[in-house]
DNA sequence: AGGATTTGACCTGT
DNA sequence: ACAGGTCAAATCCT
């Protein structure tokens, strides 16, 4: 990686910069037009992700002149360190001394998530850290992206256990993930539900879960699609290893290339296995009829991460 | 053996 | 100074 062409780097930034204007221009269409109050939090929330994914990638790319810019996270520069092996400073060596190794996120987007059990999320999270909190029952869970560096995917998440009684759990999440392994490539049954008819709009809604939920019906206008099943791991008794979400909806938006998700409609579903349950989360998007030419700009935006990923 | 988790130490923001 | 986030060596698991 130390060796990307400069010109292939200006051409990754010119790209980059097209899409983020095409964004950008898409939020002030999705500002002008009507969709529902809902919807439109939702979609502006994306696209603010969007472009911060936009701006976060220029900024890596302008900043890290040779090449080789891992990631923000991960900075050397240590003010206290022996300057010699000048590069990597907390990778190898240097055993004790870590300062400057890492910087804490501190302006990546996060959003949280509570929920009665834990659940599959469709990617592939490994823990980093446990730690108590203070006036916390339970200690918090830390988890990043298997593929933080393979593919330096940032996405991270904290997972804690907020209730006893009725149980409860609380997920953070940050950042995006910018990797390409969901887990669904054995077969598990994720649904997506494409609810065809509606008052205003057609809308379309996706749900997701690891194991679907027996009861669980969707109405009589839904297309329901189904996905491939996502690994599974089944611990038993420690499962804080990942849940729903966000992903999907990394997923969801290049699949279709359209909508956004809106949280909060997960729900609770019974249980299997006397375990906990994995319960299939709600994401819905609201694709009004006029929306062609922002499938369009999505579209577009869409194209520029592909190239950027291709040239990377 | 290699990957994942645990856990104490370390670092940073407030 | 403290609380919380991250690192990385040790340990566990498959």
Known sequence: MASTIPTDRKTVIGELSRGREIADQLRLMLRQTGFDSNSTAASHGL??????????????LSCAGGGDSDEVSQVPAKPGLKPEDSGDSCKTPAPKDRRGCYKRRKTSETWTKETPTLFEDGHAWRKYGQKVILNAKHPRNYFRCTHKFDQGCLASKQVQKIEDDPP??????????????????????HQIIIDAATQDHSSIIWSFGSRQEPDYKPNNNSLVIESPEIKQE????YQIKSSPSDDQDYF?????????????????????HGGDVISPDVYSCTASTHSLDMDMMVDSVFDDFLEFRSLS
Request: proline residues 0%; hydrophobic residues 25%.
């Open 47 to 60: 696209l603010g992700k969007i472009l911060d994914s936009f701006t976060r990638s220029i900024t890596i």
């Open 168 to 189: 409860l759990y609380k997920t953070t999440y940050h950042g995006q993930h910018t990797c390409k392994n969901l887990l669904n490539s054995n077969s598990s049954h």
């Open 234 to 237: 089944n611990k038993e008794e």
């Open 252 to 272: 969801v938006s290049s699949a279709f290339d359209t909508c956004s998700h809106h949280m909060g409609g997960f729900s609770s579903a019974g249980s299997d």
